[in-house]
């Protein structure tokens, strides 16, 4: 139900934007988390609703989420990306009832397939 899409291969100091389209379903809370080879999966962002965001302190500056809720989707554009920031960016939302921003994978119960970043130096 959600598909995520515009991962690809960058320079340190480059730019990318992912999206995440949400189908069947509109979704309140959704958001973005990177897993690096070897590592756990993490938390990157999140918009609500109402359009309040949350950022994990390590993309904070250089990352921004937004929505499109005419087109059901979420965007994730990065700004002066690093090495640290290669991984597979997965998008999430949380069931449709719940409003909150949560900063835990286990919030979210829905998932996409991941999209690939690779920042080479």
């Known amino acids: 139900q959600l598909q995520a899409f515009g991962g690809g291969l960058v320079q340190v100091g480059d730019s990318l934007r992912l999206s995440c389209a949400a189908c069947e379903r509109t979704f309140t809370v959704m958001a973005w988390f990177r897993q690096a080879p070897g590592k756990e999966r993490e938390f990157v962002a999140a918009i609500s609703g109402s359009s309040s965001t949350a950022y994990a302190d390590s993309v904070k500056g250089r990352y921004t989420i937004s929505r499109d809720n005419a087109k059901n989707t979420i965007h994730l554009q990065m700004n002066s990306l690093k090495p640290e920031d290669t991984g597979v960016y997965y998008c999430?939302?949380?069931?449709?009832?719940?409003?909150?921003?949560?900063?835990?994978?286990?919030?979210?119960?829905?998932w996409g397939r991941g999209t690939l970043v690779t920042v080479s130096s």
């Open positions: 999430a939302a949380r069931n449709p009832a719940i409003t909150v921003i949560q900063r835990t994978h286990r919030g979210y119960a829905y």
